[in-house]
């Protein structure tokens, strides 16, 4: 089992447990307990669990999250049934299936049932869906909201009578006061072109396939990363969209190859790309012109899909969607045992996989 896996599932152990023992991870591992110990020490590193005699354990401040899991069992006993959250999302396909695990194994954690919908990137259905999960009597909505949300002093979600928690968006709408949870990608793609200028490169573009929810805070943070370096690039070569079309398109193929041009001109010597879908396409297209990963161009895909089984490993900045999910449900869950607390902001910072395309 691969390091990011063995995290992950310690991670879920720990959380369902509160505590638990190193002998315990490794037997459900199948590995080493000398490894299970280096990897309780990455995550203490990490501040997601802390390191107690023979095992790990949640870390103070969570907690809170531990007492609204308490307090969410017991307001279900109380009222004779389990607490019901419904989870809207726009895809179960590529970056959300770990999202949504997260969010069920932290449900089934804490009692709870959870309901999930699929909007397909449907924002008229995905308000459909979340008025009939209300109906059915969810107790609250975990919901990832289709597109860009206009500038209004409140949202449709907002008026559905439950308690609602934003997953994935929310940074969009600083004034809003609401909860959410959402990956830091703004940390995510300065995380990225830190570590490229650390490698040695200098002319690092982001090469993104179309406006993507997640894009804006990418450039965001590539713009500080650059900044902060004193690093200045062309406009046409700094950002390029390869839009929603399909190669053969003009509105692909036209910014593509400004892009492949920018590389074999020697104007860009890195890039980061999102999604990784497209930055392991991309490593064909760069092959059919001889153009070398990463001695020509160095590459770090942003997402973390697909990334490590690429024909050349990828790096990638990996949100941690996982966490995301989980977080989501013990927000809502507080929010139901405490109606009045104060709106929470959660952003949980991706991590970075350094691997071949950018390992000079």
């Known amino acids: 089992m691969h390091a990011e896996d063995r995290h992950k599932a310690i991670l879920r152990q720990v959380r369902q447990r509160g505590s638990v023992r190193v002998s315990e991870l490794a037997a459900g591992l199948g590995a080493s307990t000398a ?36 307090v969410a069992d ?31 194994e932290a449900a089934e954690a804490g009692g709870i049932r959870l309901a999930l ?12 869906q979340a008025a009939e999960l209300v109906e059915d009597g969810v107790d609250g909505l975990l919901l990832a909201p289709t597109g860009a949300e206009p500038d209004a002093s409140r949202q449709w979600y907002e008026e559905l009578g439950v308690p609602v928690v934003l997953v994935e968006r929310g940074q969009a709408r600083e004034g809003a006061s609401i909860d959410f949870v959402v990956s830091d990608h703004v940390f995510g793609a300065r995380k990225a072109v830190e570590h490229l200028l650390e490698v040695g490169r200098r002319r690092i573009g982001l090469l993104v396939r179309g406006a993507t929810p997640t894009v804006p805070w990418l450039r965001e943070g590539y713009a500080a990363g650059m900044r902060q370096a004193g690093v200045e690039l062309p406009e046409d070569i700094s950002f390029i969209d390869l839009g929603f079309e399909r190669q053969g398109n003009p509105s692909y193929d036209l910014p593509m190859d400004t ?9 860009l010597d890195a890039v980061i790309v999102h999604p990784d879908t497209e930055a392991v396409v991309l490593l064909q297209r ?19 899909e697909f990334a490590r089984i690429a024909d050349v490993a990828l790096s990638a900045v990996a949100p941690a969607k996982y966490d995301v999910g989980a977080s989501a449900v013990e927000l809502l869950a507080l929010r139901l045992a405490e109606p009045s607390r104060s709106r929470r902001r959660t952003f949980i910072l991706p991590e970075l996989h350094v691997r071949f395309s950018s390992d000079l």
């Open 35 to 70: 490894t299970v110990r280096k990897d309780v020490q990455v995550l203490s590193e990490r501040g997601l669990v802390v390191r107690v005699h023979g095992g790990a354990a949640l870390p103070e401040n969570w907690s809170e999250t531990v007492r609204s899991e308490q």
């Open 286 to 304: 760069l092959r059919s012109r001889s153009i070398s990963v990463p001695s020509d161009l160095a590459i770090v895909s942003y997402d973390d």
């Open 117 to 128: 919908r699929i909007s397909e990137y449907d924002a008229g259905q995905e308000r459909v």
């Open 259 to 267: 892009f492949l041009e920018a590389v074999e001109s020697r104007r």
């Open 74 to 104: 017991s307001a279900a006993a109380s009222s004779g049934r389990r607490l019901t959250f419904g989870l809207v999302v726009p895809s179960a396909n590529y970056y959300y299936p770990e999202l949504i695990k997260g969010a069920q």
